[in-house]
């Protein structure tokens, strides 16, 4: 794990602004968004979006890594070169965490991102291909 650079810091400090700012969803009481994630594209571009939960059908929901990919593939951009993930319910709820094993999947389709994950009390990045054997080795 290495430290992160101040450009990691910019892609942290972008997903806690967003996820402060988007108010957490609600869909027919349910609390359906508490999660978000931040990517960082070749060209420097950052791309951030929330997790939308399914109550009555998790299968159905989507986590906070896709939606910022998607906004990023959408874009037009086709690698990924790093990517936070962020819980956030309220000012002393709020953590960092590692993706799914479904997202590190989905991430590995764009590259070899840094992933930002929580060590000790601070942040320390990893290759995603440290978090998961790459497909490809299969
Ligand atoms: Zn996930």
């Given at each position: 794990m290495k430290p992160l650079s101040k450009k990691d810091l910019e892609l942290v400090e972008a997903v806690k602004a967003y996820a402060k700012e988007f108010k957490p969803k609600h869909w027919r009481g349910e609390h359906i968004s508490s999660v978000y994630a931040a990517v960082r594209t070749e060209d420097g571009s950052i791309f951030v979006g929330p997790n939308i939960y399914q109550p009555y059908s998790a299968p159905s929901s989507i986590c906070a890594e896709y939606s910022a990919i998607a906004l990023a593939y959408a874009a037009?951009?086709?690698?990924?070169?790093t990517t936070v993930t962020f819980k956030y319910r309220s000012p002393k709820n709020k953590e960092f965490f590692t993706p799914c094993g479904n997202c590190r999947e989905f991430l590995s389709m764009f590259g070899n991102p840094w992933i930002i994950v929580p060590k000790g009390r601070g942040l320390r990045k990893a290759k995603l291909s440290e978090m998961l054997p790459m497909s490809t080795q299969c």
């Open positions: 037009g951009h086709k690698k990924i070169v």
